[in-house]
């Protein structure tokens, strides 16, 4: 594994039903009004060449003071139980998003394999990147968080 190159799996354990959860996972359009920390700003970026779906732009964000521009479009899609897709730009590579329904909850499986190209990453991957890890995973903590109080504001409207 070279060292701007990371694979950073994430689990939740979310109360609700596996289409709910899908449904809220799979609008990428709708991230950045529910899961405000992290996604910036997101717009449609037109078709993907390679796929024919609807790409995105994403600006994000960590709780580390730099910032994101890479796009992103679903690759494979099987609902309700996964979503798969590619990005490319400051990160390159793909994930694919697991729902599985376990009585009241959801176990939710997300899966990253992307190389960091944002020069400043790959610049200081091999050394810092225990640390760019873990901001990933402090966005990944405030995805769960934000998809809680997601399936909150819904059942209650």
Known sequence: MSANEYYM?????????????YEICSNFLDY???WPEVYLKIQSGGKDKETGNEAYDILSRGKLPYKL???????????????SLKSSGDLVGHGTWLFE???????????WYVNAEKPLLKLFSPILKPIFTSNHYWAMAR???SL????MRRREA
């Open 32 to 34: 950045q009004r529910w």
């Open 143 to 145: 995805g769960r968080e």
């Open 101 to 111: 329904q376990d009585g009241e909850y959801v176990n939710v499986q997300f899966d």
């Open 69 to 83: 521009r890479w796009r992103s479009c679903k690759t494979a899609e099987l609902a309700p139980r996964s979503i």
């Open 148 to 151: 809680e109080k997601e399936l």
């Open 9 to 21: 799996p994430t689990h939740w354990r979310v109360k609700g039903n596996i289409w709910e959860i």
